[in-house]
């Protein structure tokens, strides 16, 4: 990886003594014991028509004309989280700050961590190193001009981080970004060498977090369920159990979802069939397997988890 030395060094489990700041911070159900592990809630705030590949809603010039459905949608996922006092991550795109700077900063003022997901939803392998800086930096800004505070931590769009574009971390070190959220350890999208734990990555320009996508070994494989269609597709009963084994051994889960995924009445995007099955199929079951979760495990920001 370019400019980048992987050491794969697991960070220090996060659990929440209740006397820490990441602890006092953290929010989940009652009877939780006080050393339980802490997971990480994340939602990737982008429109219904923010969908990588997609050629009828693919040019960010069009998107101004488009209905605005993320405030309502995300709303939606506050109101969820603030009644149950859970704190999450936002990866914000950059185009929504700036189109929506008042819902940026609904989502500070709740005590929520801002981070950012780049600014037009591009994914890494798409753009060279200069188109990339030149985005994140875009994103960067029009967080800023949104809410105070500095946002370190980035999740790339599609998780498209790969071994070819290792030179992204660097980048996003560069800027700021303290944690990375945007490498999936599997075979098909990704790699399946990359860590499936956080863990910590030495580049050029000081060390950088990683906390991948949470799977499970099924068959040789790593396989997802924690977020998007693999969540929508297993069953709540094996989520549920399958994070909780992760935690008896001492390690977060992440967990991820979209505004989008709360609205069923979303306008339809004509899609390959294969992409519209994984963007729309059974939408209706994210809220209700997300409020499950957080009703029966603790959960924080990414960077509390990460205690960055």
């Known amino acids: 990886m370019t400019g980048v030395t992987a050491r794969v060094e697991p960070a220090a489990p996060p659990t929440d003594p209740r006397g820490s700041a990441a602890g006092r911070r953290a929010g989940g159900p009652r009877g939780v014991s006080s ?10 705030l982008e429109d219904w028509y923010h969908v990588c590949g997609a050629g009828e809603t693919a040019d960010p010039g069009q998107w101004s004309a488009y209905e605005s459905r993320v405030t309502r949608n995300t709303h939606t996922i506050l109101s969820l989280l603030g009644t149950r006092g859970i704190r999450a991550t936002f990866f ?7 189109r929506e700077p008042g819902l940026i900063r609904a989502i500070a003022r709740e005590g929520h961590e801002v981070a950012t997901h780049g600014h037009f939803h591009r994914r890494i392998f798409e753009m060279s190193p ?31 981080m790969r071994p ?34 956080p863990c910590r990555l030495a580049t050029d ?29 297993a ?4 989520i549920l159990s399958s994070i909780r084994r992760l935690n008896a051994r001492g390690h977060p889960a992440l967990v991820y979802v979209h505004p989008w995924e709360f609205d069923a009445e979303q306008p339809r995007i004509e899609l390959p069939w294969s992409r519209r099955f994984m963007h729309y199929y059974n939408l209706s079951a994210t809220p209700r397997k997300l409020g499950g979760l957080l009703t029966h495990l603790p959960f924080a920001s990414v960077r509390d988890v990460l205690g960055v």
Do not use: Q
């Open 205 to 233: 320009y000081g060390e950088i977090m990683e906390f991948p996508l949470t799977t499970v070994r099924c068959f040789g494989e790593n396989l997802p369920f924690t977020g998007g269609l693999p969540m929508r597709l």
């Open 164 to 197: 070819h574009t290792a030179w992204a971390l660097p980048i996003l070190r560069k800027h700021g970004i303290r944690y990375d959220s945007s490498m999936v350890p599997l075979t098909r999208m990704g790699d399946r060498a990359y860590p499936r734990l």
């Open 35 to 44: 050393g339980a592990v802490v997971n990480a809630l994340t939602v990737d």
């Open 92 to 98: 914000v795109l950059g185009f929504v700050a700036e």
């Open 130 to 160: 200069l188109e990339f800086e030149a985005d994140l930096v875009r994103s960067l800004d029009a967080i800023a001009a949104a809410v105070a505070g500095t946002v370190v931590g980035y999740r790339a769009p599609e998780w498209s």
């Open 235 to 238: 069953p709540y009963f094996y």
